[in-house]
Nanobody
Framework: QVQLVESGGGLVQPGGSLTLSCAVS????????VGWFRQAPGKEREGVAC????????YHADSVKGRFTISKDNAKRTVYMQMGSLKPEDTGVYFC???????????????????WGQGIQVTVSS
């Protein structure tokens, strides 16, 4: 059983920064990918960024390139997402998730991810 716990969300003003953390339980393997997703009210869940815990590969959606950066600490089994130059349209519930087969070929599609965290609210507002 894989468990994920997100932290670091909250309320921030436009132009501000936040860093989200996703702690992944130790299930005995580094052969997996971790993705960050977000869902705004009334909208579908969308992939924001993802990376491989084994390989040095990552992906960022066009909407966040240059503003968000995904990174990892393998020793801590934790994935981070640094979010800068935040905009009101970045508001939503952010989830992290694990794709057990995506460690070599990343996917931003929610359907590829089997295990999910509970989600954390990020609100960008003045």
């Amino acid at each position: 059983q894989v468990q994920l716990v997100e932290s670091g969300g909250g309320l921030v003003q436009p132009g501000g920064s936040l860093t989200l953390s996703c702690a992944v339980s130790d299930f005995g393997s580094d052969y997996y990918a971790v993705g960050w997703f977000r869902q705004a009210p009334g909208k579908e869940r969308e992939g924001v960024a993802c990376l491989s815990m084994l390989e040095a590969i990552s992906y960022h959606a066009d909407s966040v390139k240059g503003r968000f950066t995904i990174s990892k600490d393998n020793a801590k089994r934790t994935v981070y997402m640094q979010m800068g130059s935040l905009k009101p349209e970045d508001t939503g519930v952010y989830f992290c998730a694990v794709d057990l087969s995506g460690w070599a070929r990343l996917s931003p599609l929610p359907k590829e991810y089997k295990y999910w965290g509970q989600g954390i609210q990020v609100t960008v507002s003045s």
